[in-house]
């Protein structure tokens, strides 16, 4: 129980932030409205992607330095794991896009980045099936996910800066500020991050254990 203390924390998190999301009142914004709850669930698929992201990067520089095979499997069940929450942060956002900017997926820069960046990341996952050799496929695969890393934060917060853009913190549009978000919606907030952050992980530790029983199987 000791150690899966987290595992419980992630869980009530998720609860609270998806109870919270859905009942807490929120302020009566222009254009928003309502829409402005799927800011409890649209932006912390991407914290745990970015985190899930991170957590492969670790694990892909570690196995450049050990060739441990273990190293190589989290680090590519991070990336499937983050892509999963890359995919639910598209479907929100395009869902809040069409609400409010009037359709799912406007000529944005910030949204034209993020749907390279997924590309990049599912090329990753077809470069890994594409080779057949164990530690050649771990190399290379572990060199491209540590390139691709900082090429995706340039993606997505850094070149959305420098055009016009219809996120809110980006190309000279306001973000998210006191004005917006009330003491009741910050008190939701917070707390989803770290939630979803560990439901992830838990879900990445999970397809690891899956995999280490298949190559088990499979040498057996």
Not at 131 to 157: T, W
Request: aromatic share 14%.
């Amino acid at each position: 129980m000791r150690q899966n203390w987290w595992k419980l924390l992630a869980s009530i998190l998720v609860l609270y932030s998806i109870i919270g999301g859905f009942l807490i009142p929120v302020p009566a914004l222009p254009i928003l409205h309502e829409s402005i709850r799927n800011l409890f669930f649209h932006v912390p698929m991407w914290f745990a992607m970015l985190a899930l992201y991170l957590i492969s990067v670790i694990y892909s520089i570690k196995y450049l330095n050990t060739g441990n095979e273990n190293d190589d499997l989290i680090a590519v069940e991070s990336v499937n794991t983050g892509v999963f929450f890359c995919f639910c942060g598209l479907a929100t956002g395009m869902l809040w896009a069409n609400i409010t900017w009037g359709a799912p997926w406007p000529n944005d820069p910030k949204l034209n980045s993020s749907a390279i960046s997924t590309l990049m990341y599912l090329a990753y996952l077809v470069l890994r099936n594409s080779l057949d050799e164990e530690q050649k496929r771990a190399k290379i695969s572990a060199i491209y996910n540590i390139f691709a890393f900082p090429v995706m934060i340039a993606l997505l917060f850094i070149l959305p800066r420098l055009t016009d853009s219809l996120h809110p913190g980006n190309g000279g549009n306001p973000g998210f500020s006191n004005l917006d978000l009330d003491y009741n919606m910050k008190w939701v907030l917070r707390p989803t991050f770290i939630g979803w952050i560990l439901m992830g992980i838990w879900i990445m530790t999970i397809r690891y254990r899956i995999r280490l029983l298949e190559n088990k199987k499979n040498t057996n």
